[in-house]
């Protein structure tokens, strides 16, 4: 029976580079799959991963009907066993709508992969939907870490160095489209999220002479 699997989890945790080996063992297995993606890191029509790995896909504009795409590729006689979503975050709730309407009416499993929160800790639509319908939420495994080394919990946002917590939902980083400033992210635990310390904070702190002993002591560097 298909199901709606949706696998989140904090940037840095593996996530496309868990949906290039969930789509390599299903065609291992003689399935046939899609791939979609949303704003991947290095570029267009494209699922990469930070290990170097990278396939093509299709992307996912605005008003795309995940629904349609995968009803034209079965009718012209090709087969869809399921579909990898990654940067599911990223999908309007409508498409991710389409999504379930493929587990129930075609039989279609459904892979999403993406962030839960913004650099606001708020939903994204396409995740919040995501949690509301799945038949399964699962959080990776695999941590990503504060420049402290505690667990990662929270997406940052971080503008010329500072980390920002105002501003549009959906900016991706370091693209001209991000200006003014260079827009990077960084992903903190939720004790650092909440002081805005991120790591270039943290190491101008340490180099001044106002910070006491205790805080140093209490969040090492690393």
């Not at 291992?28 to 267009?44: K, M």
């Not at 349609?68 to 087969?79: A, I, L, N, P, Y």
């Not at 992210?185 to 702190?205: D, G, Q, T």
Request: hydrophobic fraction near 45%; glycine fraction near 8%; include cysteine.
């Amino acid at each position: 029976m298909a199901e709606l699997v949706f696998f989140s989890g904090t940037m840095d945790c593996g996530k496309s580079t868990l949906a290039l080996q969930m789509d390599h063992n299903h065609r291992a297995r003689g399935r046939a799959g899609l791939i979609f993606t949303r704003f991947d890191r290095a570029g267009q029509s494209v699922l990469s991963s930070r290990l170097g790995l990278s396939t093509p896909a299709v992307e996912v504009s605005d008003g795309l009907d995940l629904w349609d795409v995968v009803v034209e590729r079965r009718t012209g006689g090709h087969r869809v066993d399921y579909v990898i979503c990654d940067e599911a975050q990223f999908y309007s709730p409508a498409q991710v709508e389409q999504l379930a309407r493929l587990v129930d009416e075609m039989d279609v499993d459904v892979f999403a992969f993406g962030i839960t929160s913004d650099f606001r800790t708020q939903l994204f639509p396409g995740s919040r939907r995501l949690i509301e319908l799945a038949d399964k939420v699962q959080v990776l495994q695999v941590e990503a870490l504060c420049w402290c080394g505690r667990r990662a919990t929270h997406n940052a946002r971080v503008v010329d160095g500072v980390m920002v917590v105002e501003g549009e939902q959906v900016v991706v980083g370091d693209t001209e489209a991000a200006a003014p400033g260079v827009v990077e992210y960084e992903v903190l635990c939720r004790r650092h999220y909440m002081r805005r310390m991120n790591s270039r904070a943290a190491h101008a702190a340490a180099l001044s002479a106002d910070v006491l002993p205790l805080e140093l002591d209490a969040c090492p560097l690393p």
